[in-house]
């Protein structure tokens, strides 16, 4: 069952509330390099990123805000840390969304200031805590970041926007332990109806990162636990919105192809591997709600994948192509990409 948070506005685009599972991914040009950003940016939004985040370390850094909005129409988020004013001028520049911790920005005068400008300008804060960021009484208490740590942290930060009357707030609670970072977003989802951010930190490189972060982010979505998701990767960004839709993908929770292969054995009589990775390419942009299935041969290709919308199997050197479990056509291994995508383009 599907947990029902709070709704918050970034930008155009909803986060909780019942909203749909929105994916995410951080800028990782120097923030220095205005002209570099804004390419990313334009190429993450085409990839599939529905809310962008870039890091403001300094004053410099806000004019990416008003150069980076221009060129895109997905909502933009100021990372900050520890300096206030920087999320005043990322508010004054338009951002859409702020990401900072209220604990670390000094009293009670400078959170007010924060809440104020942000609440004025409809602008929701994410309260982002992680295993490094735990404050030390609280890691006193606990012993280690522990989820209950996570989740203390948090509700703390929260309460000091609290005290100001605000609340249009999203949280995230990650470690790098996927079992902790699970066990914390559990936690917190009793505890408050805010929306939760998921994701898990700094997971490694593409091939691990995409493991723990499809278990660690995929296991509370199919709970009904999260609202909006980052999967961060030591790696490009756009494979972190792939991996996401990936994720959203394999548990129902948004339209697009879906595509389903065998994993081959002794009766393959075609390159089948080739010619998944080739299809999987080909369908990388495809926006039709569609199953599209691969399989190694005629003994079980229509059968197993009947359910599929188009399929093809192959046999010695030839394929067929089947919709529905039914067969279509038969054409030589050099023609079924070719011949699958005609089917395809007719739906």
Known sequence: MKRISKQVMAGNVKIGGGAPVTVQSMLNVPSTDIE??????????????????????????????????????????????????????AAAAGVDKIRINP????????????????????IP???GVN??????????????????????????????????????????LKSSSVDTNIKAYERIAERCDYPLH?????????????????????????????????VSLTADPAEEIRTGRDILSALGLRGGVKLVSCPTCGRTRIDLI???????KALEYVDKDITVAVMGCVVNGPGEAREADLGVTGGKGEG?????????????????????MEEIDKL
């Not at 300094?58 to 004019?63: G, N, Y």
């Not at 000094?106 to 409809?122: L, S, W």
């Not at 080739?274 to 999987?280: C, I, M, S, T």
């Open 103 to 122: 604990g670390n920005i000094g009293g009670d005068d400078r959170v007010k200031a924060v809440a104020t400008v942000c609440r004025e300008k409809k």
């Open 125 to 127: 804060i994410r309260i």
């Open 131 to 172: 295993s490094g960021s735990v404050e030390k009484s609280i890691l006193a208490k606990y012993g280690a970041p522990t989820a209950e740590a996570l989740c203390e942290s948090a509700l703390y930060h929260a309460s000091l926007l609290e005290k100001f009357d605000f609340t249009d707030i999203v949280i995230s």
């Open 198 to 230: 998921l994701g898990v930190t700094e997971t490694g490189t593409l091939r691990m990162g995409i493991v723990k972060s499809a278990i660690g982010i995929g296991s509370l979505l199919q709970r009904g636990i999260g609202d909006t998701l980052r």
């Open 320 to 340: 067929l192509i089947f919709k529905k479990g039914q067969i279509i056509r038969k054409v030589p291994e050099a023609e079924l990409l070719d011949a699958l």
């Open 274 to 280: 080739g010619l998944a990775n080739k299809v999987e």
């Open 36 to 89: 570099g950003s804004v390419r990313q940016a334009v190429a993450l939004e085409k990839a599939g990123c529905q809310i962008l985040r870039a890091a403001i370390p300094d004053m410099d850094a806000v004019r990416l805000i008003p150069a980076i909005k221009e060129k895109i129409s997905i909502p933009l988020v100021a990372d900050i840390h520890f300096d206030y004013k920087l999320a005043l001028e």
